[in-house]
């Protein structure tokens, strides 16, 4: 029963280095989402996918790439980590309809020291 | 996108009925109102939706005012596990596919439970 899964859970970097965050369902959702979550605040949306091969600018898209190459994976990646980045992410996935609920991973803490 | 309202903290005894409230005074026609509860620790989790009529689910019910500007989360029975940030969310019908049919996180109501 994994549902999302989000690999690593915790990651320490360093200003400058590159690193890739990846989230994989079992759920054979269509729509994929990455989020972040800074001390105190609600989530705010990163980068979306409404399916395989498409991806789309969120709300704090900046500073980050995304890839969709396979339906159940989601990749996010940082190319030069600054220390604003530092926050807990979630990956999140649904199916097509936008009613449908969205079931979230347990997050990825990163720090950027 | 229409804004929610709510109270950044409520306080509730274990086993006794809690009331969540949130304003959306400038909801549209075509917003869905979802409740999402984020437990210490851990990503989202959905609990309930809906867009007029009052919805009940294992997790909880929902009260919409009849003029949609108000709604409220009924836990029936709260448990120290109820303890939580619960976020009142509107989902517009209309963004569908082109916007991915993203949730817009407010601040959210911190729930605490008391034994």
């Known amino acids: 029963n994994a549902g999302v899964t989000q690999t690593p859970k915790f990651r320490v970097l360093k200003t400058g280095q590159s690193m890739t965050l990846l989230c994989a369902q079992d759920?054979?959702?269509?729509?994929m989402y990455w989020y972040r979550q800074d001390p105190g605040m609600g989530l705010r949306l990163i980068h979306y996918?409404?399916?395989?091969?498409?991806?789309a600018k969120g709300e704090v898209p900046d500073g980050y790439n995304v890839s969709r190459l396979k339906k159940q994976n989601f990749l996010l990646g940082l190319e030069s980590a600054a220390p604003s980045q530092t926050s807990v992410y979630f990956c999140?996935?649904?199916?097509?309809?936008?009613?449908?609920?969205?079931?979230f991973g347990d997050g990825t803490r990163l720090s950027i020291l | 996108d229409a804004k929610t309202t709510q109270p950044n903290s409520m306080e509730s005894n274990e086993e006794e009925p809690v009331h969540l409230p949130c304003n959306h005074s400038?909801?549209?026609?075509?917003?869905?109102i979802h409740w999402y509860r984020q437990l210490p620790s851990q990503g989202p989790e959905y609990v309930i939706h809906?867009?007029?009529s009052n919805v009940n689910n294992r997790m909880a019910s929902l009260a919409i005012a009849e003029d949609r500007k108000s709604s409220t989360l009924i836990l029936h029975r709260a448990t120290l596990r109820d303890a939580a940030v619960y976020y009142c969310?509107?989902?517009?019908?209309?963004?569908?596919?082109?916007?991915?049919?993203?949730?817009?996180f407010g601040q959210g109501t911190e729930l605490s439970v008391k034994p």
């Open positions: 999140a996935s649904s199916y097509g309809q936008y009613n449908q609920p969205q079931h």
């Open positions: 969310i509107l989902r517009d019908l209309r963004d569908g596919y082109n916007q991915g049919g993203k949730l817009i």
């Open positions: 400038t909801i549209s026609g075509t917003d869905y």
């Open positions: 759920m054979n959702h269509e729509y």
């Open positions: 809906g867009l007029t």
């Open positions: 996918s409404v399916g395989e091969g498409t991806t």
